[in-house]
């Protein structure tokens, strides 16, 4: 059965940080970019950043760039999401997400796995 788990989220002020894991069950990771998206209330789902399923090649939306940093552990069929400096607009529920193919993309329609989200929420 496949299957994608993300672990990490949770509470932090403004300006910390956070580390956000997928681990995928049930199939390998090495022949496909993943990705990491996230839906705000009231928002469509958007992306956030994608790797490349070699590592070579990372995109990230604008709103994140120099913030965050996708990387990958094919060994352990782990991807994550290092998020630091957040901010309050940062707050949404986070996915996880492999594409169909090897090449990093952002948009939600390249992929067709997705973790249940999970959960983000930057606050003092």
């Known amino acids: 059965q496949v299957q994608l788990v993300e672990s990490g989220g949770g509470l932090v002020q403004p300006g910390g940080s956070l580390r956000l894991s997928c681990e995928a069950f049930g199939f390998t990771l090495d022949e496909y970019a993943t990705g990491w998206f996230r839906q705000a209330p009231g928002r469509e789902r958007e992306g956030v950043s994608s790797i490349s399923s070699d590592s070579s090649i990372t995109d990230y939306a604008d709103s994140v760039k120099g913030r965050f940093t996708i990387s990958r552990d094919n060994a352990k069929n782990t991807q994550y999401l290092q998020m630091n400096s957040l901010k309050p607009e940062d707050t949404a529920v986070y996915y996880c997400?492999?594409?169909?193919?090897?090449?990093?993309?952002?948009?939600?329609?390249?992929?067709?796995?997705w973790g249940q989200g999970i959960r983000v929420n930057v606050s003092s």
């Open positions: 997400a492999v594409s169909y193919g090897r090449e990093a993309r952002l948009s939600r329609y390249e992929y067709g796995y």
